[in-house]
């Protein structure tokens, strides 16, 4: 039996697992972070100074500082730390600055036609 699910990567809970709390909220914080997902921006290089629970970015190439070595991820600032996730193909987000919802195709955030401001 795989230990996550295939499309979310959420974590199993597996047999004789001792403490399943954790991974139990383990997918919770991984579920509260990409479902209805909201990006502040897309192409991110350099990790804000100061950023609130939940906010997440799209990062980009080359990202440098807490960010480093995370390329074309999504981070998000979730308990006083930096949370990285690897975008699917087809998962979509609406980018706050673009003020527009984007669809990821595998390589690139990209406009979903119709949906700009």
Known sequence: MPDHTPNLELPFIMPAQAQKHVTHNEAIELLDMIVQLALESTGAATPPTSAMEGQAWALGASPSGGWAG?????????????????????????????????VYTGSAWVTLAGTGA
Do not use: H, S, Y
């Open 70 to 102: 995370q390329a074309g991820k999504i981070a998000a600032w979730r308990g006083g730390g930096w949370l990285f996730v690897t975008p699917r193909e087809g998962w979509m987000a609406w980018v706050k600055d673009d003020a527009e919802l984007q």
